[in-house]
């Protein structure tokens, strides 16, 4: 629980305080005592806990570094920091001080905050039949008395944003054998009846009569049949335009005939990655009723292995009409995408498309675990999805398209091949999915090293799923003006 109390005692409050300038002799943190600030540099995510023997209150202060260096996407990262280093201590409730915060960055650093204590505290419980309690309640104080609506105003927003976060984390981190494509969509129903979305669930027969033939190809021939779910939030009645989010839903990828190394196969039910994104994206929007209208599209489907699935070599059609030759079995992301992609236009008249997806090993190789890739055809709205992820603090990379790479994928014997060359591989695959977009404006995430950590690179991260793309995708629609 995180409550708003100017006035509530706690087991231990939170005191943030900057470094001081070598040559300063003037104390910036007058509240440290003096005995502590003579062996506490307040260096970035350094902690010194303290005990005032005449009130009895334990203070735990926490190192910002050099004012000069310290921006408002860093609050997240400290606060789940030393939102962690209470955990040593069994604290029941904490309180955490705001002031700083608020004369630095104004009543907005709220929304950091939050997501700095919801995340911090993130751990998959799965399967275990353990009841240890790990969480504690947590209290937001140091404002002033006429900040205080606006405080819980911006608590709650961010409150469903971070749900939207941890709803895309249990998603990917779920094993396959609790979330087929049919419990997902089943799962995606049921948080669209909460948040206030609507949801609309297509079966293996509608997939073949309309045409999917290459999401059917990847996911026909598993004992679990593949699902179409539509998910569609209209927050904007002002507005007829409304932008896709197409989120890669494999829920289990082995790779196929083209089978993957035993050494990637504790990851392949991380494949659905992209369909987390995006439900968790439009949880949070109908949540804080932001005035957005967005169609989700998420192809959900197993590439397994048996007599009937689809080999390299086969030549196989797509609701777009095009023809794809089959080279590889394990670029199957990019084959549903475009199927996908080819609905959100004829179906549901999308004005904008935004794809997601674990796509390619080669993103990883490029860019490592902190920064995704990006492909765009429009200038104009990758600008707004660069406001969307400067405020979310992600980092995406853009990479180039010249024709030189569209001319990798082109077949002999069809429209296009599902793989290039052995290098470009990440611009090679969003060229693919660009094949079925035509002229509409279109972004393409790589999230496959973002998606999932083994190690974690932030505070506000845990071993496992991410949520990548979530928070980027909400503020690029609650950005707009």
Same mark, same amino acid.
């Given at each position: 629980?995180?409550?708003?109390?100017?006035?509530?005692?706690?087991?231990?409050?939170?005191?943030?305080?900057?470094?001081?300038?070598?040559?300063?002799?003037?104390?910036?943190?007058?509240?440290?005592?003096?005995?502590?600030?003579?062996?506490?540099?307040?260096?970035?995510?350094?902690?010194?806990?303290?005990?005032?023997?005449?009130?009895?209150?334990?203070?735990?202060?926490?190192?910002?570094?050099?004012?000069?260096?310290?921006?408002?996407? &860093?609050?997240?990262?400290?606060?789940?920091?030393?939102?962690? *280093?209470?955990?040593?201590?069994?604290?029941?409730?904490?309180?955490?001080?705001?002031?700083?915060?608020?004369?630095?960055?104004?009543?907005?650093?709220?929304?950091?905050?939050?997501?700095?204590?919801?995340?911090?505290?993130?751990?998959? &419980?799965?399967?275990?039949?353990?009841?240890?309690? =790990?969480?504690?309640?947590?209290?937001?104080?140091?404002? #002033?008395?006429?900040?205080?609506?606006?405080?819980?105003?911006?608590?709650?927003?961010?409150?469903?944003?971070?749900?939207?976060?941890?709803?895309?984390?249990?998603?990917?981190? =779920?094993?396959?054998?609790?979330? /087929?494509?049919?419990?997902?969509?089943?799962?995606?129903?049921?948080?669209? $009846?909460?948040?206030?979305? *609507?949801?609309?669930?297509?079966?293996?027969?509608?997939?073949?009569?309309?045409?999917?033939?290459?999401?059917?190809?990847?996911?026909?021939? #598993? !004992?679990?049949?593949? +699902?179409?779910?539509?998910? +569609?939030?209209?927050?904007?009645?002002?507005? $007829?335009?409304?932008?896709?989010?197409?989120?890669? !839903?494999? /829920?289990?990828? /082995?790779?196929?005939?083209?089978?993957?190394?035993?050494?990637?196969?504790?990851?392949?039910?991380?494949?659905?990655?992209?369909?987390?994104?995006?439900?968790?994206?439009?949880?949070?929007?109908?949540?804080?009723?932001? &005035?957005?209208?967005?169609?989700?599209?998420?192809?959900?489907?197993?590439?397994?292995?048996? %007599?009937?699935?689809?080999?390299?070599?086969?030549?196989?059609?797509?609701?777009?009409?095009? =023809?794809?030759?089959?080279?590889?079995?394990?670029?199957?992301?990019?084959?549903?995408?475009?199927?996908?992609?080819?609905?959100?236009? *004829?179906? @549901?008249?999308?004005?904008?498309?935004?794809?997601?997806?674990?796509?390619?090993?080669?993103?990883?190789?490029?860019?490592?675990?902190?920064?995704?890739?990006?492909?765009?055809?429009?200038?104009?709205?990758?600008?707004?999805?660069?406001?969307?992820?400067? &405020?979310?603090?992600? *980092?995406?990379?853009?990479?180039?398209?010249?024709?030189?790479? %569209?001319?990798?994928?082109? #077949?002999?014997?069809?429209?296009?091949?599902?793989?290039?060359?052995?290098?470009?591989?990440?611009? =090679?695959?969003?060229?693919?999915?660009?094949?079925?977009? @035509?002229?509409?404006?279109?972004?393409?995430?790589?999230?496959?090293?973002?998606?999932?950590?083994? /190690?974690?690179?932030? $505070?506000?991260?845990?071993?496992?799923?991410?949520?990548?793309?979530?928070?980027?995708?909400?503020?690029?629609?609650? @950005?707009?003006?």
């Amino acid at each position: 629980m995180i409550g708003v109390n100017n006035k509530q005692n706690c087991d231990f409050k939170i005191v943030y305080v900057y470094e001081k300038p070598a040559d300063s002799k003037n104390n910036n943190n007058e509240h440290i005592p003096a005995g502590i600030e003579k062996i506490f540099d307040c260096s970035y995510k350094s902690c010194f806990p303290y005990v005032n023997g005449i009130k009895d209150n334990a203070i735990l202060y926490v190192g910002l570094g050099e004012c000069s260096s310290f921006k408002l996407t &860093k609050i997240k990262d400290i606060v789940a920091y030393s939102i962690k *280093q209470l955990k040593k201590y069994k604290a029941k409730n904490v309180a955490i001080d705001l002031s700083l915060f608020l004369k630095e960055f104004g009543i907005y650093c709220i929304g950091e905050v939050v997501l700095g204590i919801r995340l911090g505290l993130y751990n998959f &419980k799965g399967y275990t039949t353990s009841k240890e309690k =790990t969480d504690y309640d947590v209290f937001l104080k140091g404002y #002033s008395q006429e900040e205080e609506y606006i405080i819980n105003v911006e608590k709650n927003l961010a409150l469903n944003l971070s749900e939207g976060v941890i709803l895309a984390r249990n998603l990917v981190n =779920t094993p396959a054998n609790r979330l /087929t494509p049919i419990i997902m969509a089943e799962n995606i129903r049921k948080l669209g $009846e909460d948040a206030g979305f *609507q949801v609309e669930i297509f079966d293996e027969k509608y997939i073949v009569e309309n045409g999917m033939d290459a999401f059917y190809t990847v996911g026909g021939s #598993s !004992g679990n049949p593949p +699902r179409l779910i539509i998910a +569609r939030y209209f927050g904007d009645d002002e507005s $007829e335009d409304i932008t896709a989010l197409v989120g890669k !839903g494999v /829920t289990c990828d /082995t790779g196929g005939y083209c089978l993957k190394p035993g050494s990637s196969m504790a990851g392949i039910k991380g494949d659905m990655a992209g369909a987390a994104a995006v439900i968790g994206t439009i949880y949070a929007l109908a949540k804080n009723k932001v &005035k957005a209208n967005v169609v989700v599209v998420i192809p959900a489907c197993e590439n397994r292995v048996s %007599r009937e699935s689809f080999i390299p070599g086969d030549v196989i059609n797509s609701m777009s009409g095009k =023809t794809i030759e089959i080279l590889n079995t394990d670029a199957e992301g990019r084959l549903i995408l475009a199927d996908a992609i080819t609905y959100a236009l *004829q179906k @549901e008249k999308a004005g904008k498309v935004i794809d997601i997806a674990t796509l390619t090993g080669a993103v990883v190789n490029a860019l490592g675990f902190n920064t995704a890739g990006v492909l765009t055809n429009n200038k104009e709205f990758y600008q707004e999805f660069k406001k969307g992820y400067k &405020k979310s603090g992600e *980092q995406y990379f853009q990479f180039p398209i010249y024709d030189e790479y %569209r001319d990798m994928i082109k #077949s002999d014997i069809a429209d296009v091949k599902n793989v290039g060359k052995n290098y470009c591989g990440t611009i =090679t695959a969003g060229l693919f999915i660009e094949k079925f977009v @035509e002229d509409t404006p279109w972004i393409h995430l790589d999230i496959a090293g973002t998606a999932w950590l083994e /190690t974690p690179l932030y $505070e506000y991260q845990a071993t496992g799923a991410t949520g990548a793309g979530v928070t980027s995708m909400y503020h690029l629609f609650s @950005e707009r003006k």
